[in-house]
Each structure stands twice: as structure tokens, then as C-alpha cells.
Nanobody
Framework: QLQLVESGGGLVQPGGSLRLSCAAS????????IGWFRQAPGKEREGVSC????????NYVDSVKGRFTISRDNAKNTVYLQMNSLKPEDTAVYYC?????????????????WGQGTQVTVSS
């Protein structure tokens, strides 16, 4: 069974940190670009960050630049999203997705596999 599984979400105070993980099972992530998306209640899903299959191309939405870092460990078949200096507006369900084209895109339709999501809540 091919699936992505996110973990690492939780409740954190403003200014805190979390590291999300996106682990693949049933397939290797080596050839996939991996995107992190988030969706807050009543809002559309937005692209947060993406890393290409080679790791040579990385991008972030403006609101998280300087605070979030995406990385991949192909040996562990896992992609990470390190989130620092978290703000209440970062509260959302975070999803990872895999794109076999190997290139980053904010178009959700370009992604072949999605995880089930992990909740991140930033609140005092």
C-alpha cells in the first residue's frame, strides 16, 4: 500500500518550534518532489514549502520564510519541515504530498499522493 504519513504536530506556544515528518511507505521518495501544504478552518489549502526530487530547488511561501526549513533524507525515505518562531496564524492541519514529476508546484492537482494530515496548533 502506497502512503505518506505525517507526524510531529501538536500544541505549542507562540515562539515555539515543531518538526514535522513525512514518511513514505510502499514507495521511495527519491524521484518525488515533496510539498508541505496547510489548511486552516474556513480557508483554502495553501502551499507552505516544497523541495524538488534532487533537493536542488526549495521554496517557501513568504509568510514562513526565515522561520521554516524543509529538508529530505532519502536514506530514511522521509522529508522534514522544521518550524521555528511559530505564530498563532500558523495554526492549521499540515499535509505532505508527493509529485512524481520531481518539480515543485503549488498546484495541488500536480501531486500524486497525500498524507492524512497532522494538526499544528499555536496558542498560549
Amino acid at each position: 500500500q502506497l502512503q505518506l504519513v505525517e507526524s510531529g504536530g501538536g500544541l505549542v506556544q507562540p515562539g515555539g518550534s515543531l518538526r514535522l515528518s513525512c514518511a513514505a511507505s510502499g514507495f521511495t521518495l527519491d524521484y518525488y518532489a515533496i510539498g508541505w501544504f496547510r489548511q486552516a478552518p474556513g480557508k483554502e489549502r495553501e502551499g507552505v514549502s516544497c523541495i524538488s526530487s534532487s533537493g536542488g530547488s526549495i521554496n517557501y511561501v513568504d509568510s514562513v520564510k526565515g522561520r521554516f526549513t524543509i529538508s529530505r533524507d532519502n536514506a530514511k525515505n522521509t522529508v522534514y519541515l522544521q518550524m521555528n518562531s511559530l505564530k498563532p496564524e500558523d495554526t492549521a492541519v499540515y499535509y505532505c504530498a508527493a509529485n512524481l514529476e520531481g518539480l515543485c508546484s503549488r498546484n495541488t492537482e500536480r501531486y500524486d499522493y497525500w498524507g492524512q494530515g497532522t494538526q499544528v496548533t499555536v496558542s498560549s
